[in-house]
């Protein structure tokens, strides 16, 4: 795992619907879970907790698989998106809302 930096945190932040400072704060603390499965458990409680938009929700998504990626390159995983048994549908533990 790795830390992102502001400028990278910024980027996340700035996209169209998100609300930027739930986004900052959340992402300058994305290595205290210990892994990428327990910083997205903690994105989805506090997201329910706080009540965030899925735009939020969605970039803060980005971040820890950013943070994480570089790891999973090194244990040879390669980041694919997770899937459900339905073809071409992405599983998300946030309900998608259209």
Known sequence: ???????EI???????????????DFLST???AGTEEGALLNLYYDARLYNWNISTVRALEKGI???YAE????????YKELETPLPGAPYSLWPQHF
């Open 1 to 7: 795992m790795r830390s992102l930096s502001l400028d």
């Open 10 to 24: 910024e980027l996340f932040a700035s996209h169209r619907g998100v609300c930027k400072r739930d986004v900052e």
């Open 30 to 32: 994305v290595g205290q």
């Open 65 to 67: 698989k950013s943070a």
């Open 71 to 78: 790891e999973s390159e090194n244990a040879g995983i390669g």
